[in-house]
């Protein structure tokens, strides 16, 4: 208790982020030095790297997220499993940025999401946190999610409170999109104060495609959207794909891969098939209902107009859907993270270093105005060694 009353006062850290999101592609690790909190949060970043998961690890996640396929003995083997695996990115990371292990003050993992489930108030993040801090010797926080819920929030999105943090701006109404497995939005006018933001998943992002690229060719993703510039968007199907009532319902919500996964994506598969759309039409289909999904956000639920939108995660390196979302959004200024000097890759796992920062520090770092809980709450729980 002593080691973190002295970590929560001290000004410079250095603080190892980890996430792995819904496309299960492997765990993204990054090293940051952060300092100060709240918003004198100043992040620099030393190293990143995406570790890919081995192909049997991998299976053993998406079995978990079917019913069918998945038990709680499963679920309590891949727990300790992944708990080991992300241990290893942080200690990979570490040695990446030639600092000792043991002059690493913090990590933040948010793990590897099983099942979320906001209409019941529940969600599951496995990935031990017991077993990262064991095996690093570092003090790690996790299951970032679950206060939100308890208050009644839907437990996420999260990462806009550090966007807040980073990117607010004096002059300018500013949205970032991530476009993951899924796509997230946050809306920061200008000016702007905590219960200010407007944050709330878009949709879709990179799970449909790449689901339905896997299903047609055999390959895991449409790479730099070669495939979807080829093809023709069938109009009929996008404009049914979106009547979903997800896509319309207005925030806070949140989705993923409960929503959005195999079924979603089998009936579409079906449809489009039905009226015998080829396989490059139905995934230049697929991504431009992603990109539909971010201008609908932004007409419908936006009351700011915004000046710039800065595009990150791995949809950013999708040529053909940011040229989509720059046609439907012709008054916006749409760059990409890199453009702005930062690291779609890293985005995320440098937002659960900053939420790790904030719950050593007692700083509530959820936006019930994002989430709808009830009251802020210092988010994560603490595994000391």
Do not use: W
């Not at 999260?158 to 980073?166: A, H, I």
């Not at 489009?272 to 759309?277: F, R, V």
Request: aromatic share 8%; with cysteine; glycine share 8%.
């Amino acid at each position: 208790m002593k080691k973190l009353f002295a970590l929560s006062n001290k000004n410079e850290k250095y603080v190892i982020g980890l996430m792995s999101g819904t496309s299960v592609d492997g765990i993204d690790s990054v090293l940051v030095k952060i300092t100060g909190n709240y918003t004198n949060t100043k992040v620099e970043e030393l190293a990143f790297e995406n570790y890919p998961f081995d192909k049997n690890l991998r299976a053993q996640i998406f079995r978990l997220f079917e019913p069918e396929t998945s038990s709680s003995k499963d679920i309590c083997h891949v727990n300790f499993l992944l708990g080991e695996a992300f241990a290893l990115a942080a200690i990979n990371i570490a040695a990446k940025a030639k600092i000792n292990l043991q002059d690493i003050d913090l990590i933040g993992s948010h793990g590897q999401t099983i099942y979320h489930f906001p209409e019941t108030l529940s969600t599951l993040q496995i990935g031990e946190a017991s077993v990262i801090a064991h095996k690093t010797g570092v003090i790690t926080v996790s299951d970032f999610r679950v206060a939100d819920m308890a208050a009644g929030g839907q437990g996420a999105p999260l990462v806009p409170y550090t966007e807040f943090l980073l990117y607010a701006d004096n002059t300018e109404n500013i949205a970032l999109q991530n476009i993951g497995g899924v796509g997230n939005i946050t809306i920061i006018p200008k000016s702007a104060r905590p219960e200010d933001i407007i944050a709330f998943d878009t949709g879709p992002g990179n799970m449909i495609i790449d689901y339905l690229v896997q299903k047609t060719t055999g390959m895991t993703y449409d790479k730099n959207g070669t495939i979807a510039k080829s093809g023709t968007i069938n109009q009929q199907l996008l404009t049914k794909l979106m009547n979903d009532a997800y896509i319309l319902q207005k925030p806070p919500k949140t989705t993923g891969r409960e929503y959005f996964g195999k079924d979603f994506c089998e009936k579409l598969y079906a449809s489009a098939t039905a009226i015998n759309i080829s396989a490059p039409d139905i995934i230049a289909t697929a991504t431009a209902f992603t990109a539909e999904t971010i201008k609908y956000a932004i007409q419908n639920f936006s009351p700011y107009k915004i000046n710039k939108l800065i595009v990150g995660g791995g949809g950013a390196y999708n040529a053909q859907l940011l040229e989509l979302i720059k046609q439907g959004l012709p008054n916006i200024i749409v760059t990409t993270q890199e453009e702005s000097g930062n690291s779609s890759d890293a985005k995320e796992a440098i937002a659960f270093a900053i939420l790790a920062n904030e719950t050593v520090c007692a700083n509530p770092s959820n936006l019930p105005s994002v989430t709808g809980a009830s009251c802020p709450k210092i988010l994560g729980k603490i595994n000391l060694v």
